[in-house]
Nanobody, 116 residues
Framework: QVQLVESGGGLVQAGGSLRLSCAAS????????MRWYRQGSGKERELVAI???????NYADSVKGRFRISKDNAKNTVYLQMNSLKPEDTAVYYC??????????WGQGTQVTVSS
């Protein structure tokens, strides 16, 4: 089964930037898609960004223009570049993989805290 490990979270002031990484135990090119989710305190988990195996991307309206998802197949790693961070972005961020046949894998999450 796939293992995903997120890193790069931390405390940052509003307007600052962070880059999250998601390292996979296998080839990320074998997955149909990789996604970043986030879950704020007392809130439902929400989809933040998705990158398909071919490289196409999509974003939640709340982060569009500020966040960018990318991948490095050689490093088996997916990234989430977060710019112009807002306090509303404070959450635990999770990496997710999905296969063509419906299997889903999750990372352990990394905390992002944005202070005002």
């Amino acid at each position: 089964q796939v293992q995903l490990v997120e890193s790069g979270g931390g405390l940052v002031q509003a307007g600052g930037s962070l880059r999250l990484s998601c390292a996979a135990s296998g080839s990320i090119s074998s997955f149909a898609a990789m996604r970043w989710y986030r879950q704020g305190s007392g809130k439902e988990r929400e989809l933040v960004a998705i990158i398909m195996s071919g490289g196409t991307t999509n974003y939640a309206d709340s982060v569009k223009g500020r966040f960018r998802i990318s991948k490095d197949n050689a490093k088996n790693t997916v990234y989430l570049q977060m710019n112009s961070l807002k306090p509303e972005d404070t959450a635990v961020y999770y990496c997710q993989s999905s296969t063509y046949w419906g299997d889903v894998g999750w990372g352990q999450g990394t905390q992002v805290t944005v202070s005002s």
